[in-house]
């Protein structure tokens, strides 16, 4: 009896202790290995202060490495929002790019990411993230996600037909013929010469017509006499202002979980 009613003061006074120092202990536990340890400090201090980012985002990458993936994405992103409140864009872009490294294969990361990438100006950052966050979702359960990137990648920068192509393959994969059909028609006159060939052939393989077949053939035999297709004569020069414009309407304006 006597030595449970020891342990009370201990207790009450762990709860009341200096966060500094249960950061200073967690800190020394993270750099000792010591992951467990280190996490369950960590806990401590978010548990008294919900809102402290350095705990936060020191927490966030050992929770990943011990599989708790979700918890770990409610840290960075409840870190972000705090940096991003307190006006600290690149520490807020910091810990979003550490949460693509440490949480891959979650969606709104790759998407906040590139979303605060394209607030700062900085669009081109924001094509490469939403291309590499595309990747890491190849399999069929996460395709949608895959397809919710490229999309936004094309409302950056409609020229590339590699985007295209693997969009259009996405489409395929989840059932969606019909526009890939209508995004390979449209990027058909924009292309020639080997791209020109995969579009007509992976228009073949969707359709199996006599048509695309002849089509495809077609395209080859101009890629081998190095001849231009005749229907990118008729493009405009304006034509990939307009396309931006189109798959910037068919995707919804970037928004962001924090104040403005």
């Known amino acids: 009896m006597d030595e449970r009613i020891a342990l009370v003061p201990s207790f009450e006074a762990g709860r009341t202790e200096d966060p500094g120092k249960l950061l200073a202990e967690a800190n020394r536990a993270r750099h000792r290995r010591q992951d467990r340890r280190a996490i369950a400090l960590y806990r401590r201090i978010l548990l008294e202060d919900p809102r402290h980012v350095e705990a936060a985002l020191r927490a966030a990458p050992l929770l990943a490495a011990q599989g708790e993936v ?132 992976l228009q073949w393989r969707i359709t199996l017509s006599f048509y695309h077949a002849w089509r495809w053939l077609g395209a080859l035999w101009q890629q081998l006499r190095g001849e231009r297709d005749p229907a990118a004569d008729v493009i405009e020069e304006n034509a990939p202002a307009s396309a931006r414009v189109a798959h910037r309407e068919a995707v919804a304006e970037p928004y962001l979980p924090f104040g403005s």
């Open 70 to 201: 979700f918890e770990a994405w409610q840290l960075y992103r409840m870190a972000a929002i705090e940096l991003h409140r307190a006006r600290r864009m690149d520490a807020c872009l910091a810990a979003l790019r550490d949460a693509c490294r440490c949480v891959a294969h979650e969606y709104d990361a790759w998407r906040l990411r590139a979303e605060l990438e394209q607030k700062l100006g900085r669009e081109e950052d924001a094509y490469d993230t939403l291309l590499e966050g595309a990747q890491r979702f190849d399999r069929p359960h996460t395709a949608m996600q895959a397809i919710a990137l490229l999309l936004r990648a094309r409302a950056i920068e409609p020229r590339d037909p590699e985007v295209a192509l693997d969009l259009a393959r996405l489409y395929v994969r989840t059932g969606m013929i019909e526009s890939a059909l209508t995004l390979l028609a449209a990027l058909a006159p924009c292309v020639q010469g080997r791209v020109l060939r995969r579009v007509r052939g």
